[in-house]
């Protein structure tokens, strides 16, 4: 079975740009979490999608978006690139978004650099 | 609000020897609590989650945690350490109520097995 996939692996944009990252879930998974990890701060919550509608979102700043497909793939735009934005974003699926006790699986992440 | 402590950013240990991951939590309410393995440059890997039952919890790779409720404490643990064991580990935690069902994350703990 296919696990959850990103892509780009690695993205370079500069100041100001827009980045759009991308995540195929495992198959039967209907929900798609963001989460930023930046040098020193961790794994930090951005956005949670189910079944096409957003669902909750982190404590960050409205030009991060996303949206979730009807396969359930799911697409994070970032605008306005600012330099601390470089991070690994990682994208996880769980096979209801609705359960308190799933687990996530992660994918292998999209390491954004911005210059 | 929800959080979790990992006290230590890095733990040194002699392989064959039993390693303790540390880690604490702070919930209002029943905590669902997870461990995550993170290898350089990959996602995150599900080791184990305690969701209810049994406070010890066996999982993946020969690891298990035991929950304790009185200490608020969540550890990690393996009877005999490998070099392959040697990774960046994260404890999360989902609280069951409201709207939210991202996990918080510790601030990770980097694990060496020394030959």
């Known amino acids: 079975e296919a696990g959850v996939t990103q892509s780009p692996t690695h993205l370079i944009k500069t100041r100001g740009q827009q980045a759009t990252l991308r995540c195929s879930p495992i198959?039967?998974?209907?929900?798609v979490y963001w989460y930023q990890q930046a040098l020193g701060l961790g794994l930090q919550f951005l956005l949670w999608?189910?079944?096409?509608?957003?669902?909750n979102r982190g404590n960050f700043p409205p030009r991060f978006s996303g949206r979730q497909f009807p396969n359930y793939s799911s697409e994070l735009n970032v605008n306005a690139l600012e330099l601390e934005d470089s991070a690994l974003y990682l994208c996880?699926?769980?096979?209801?978004?609705?359960?308190?006790?799933?687990?996530?699986?992660f994918g292998p992440g999209t390491r954004l650099t911005v210059l | 609000a929800q959080s979790v402590a990992q006290p230590e950013d890095q733990v040194n240990v002699a392989e064959g020897n039993p390693l303790t991951v540390k880690c604490t939590y702070s919930?209002?309410?029943?905590?669902?609590l997870f461990w995550y393995v993170q290898y350089p440059n990959r996602g995150l890997q599900f080791l184990l989650k305690?969701?209810?039952?049994?406070?010890l919890v066996k999982g993946s790779y020969g690891f298990e945690a035991e929950f304790n409720k009185s200490q608020t404490s969540f550890h990690l643990k393996k009877p005999s350490a490998l070099v392959s064991d040697s990774a960046l580990y994260f404890c999360?935690?989902?609280?069951?109520?409201?709207?939210?069902?991202?996990?918080?994350f510790g601030s990770g703990t980097q694990l060496t097995v020394l030959p």
């Open positions: 996880a699926s769980t096979i209801s978004g609705r359960a308190y006790y799933n687990e996530q699986f």
């Open positions: 198959s039967g998974h209907t929900s």
């Open positions: 999608y189910d079944e096409g509608e957003e669902r």
């Open positions: 919930v209002s309410g029943n905590p669902y």
């Open positions: 305690y969701i209810t039952g049994d406070n």
């Open positions: 999360a935690v989902r609280v069951p109520s409201g709207s939210a069902r991202q996990l918080t």
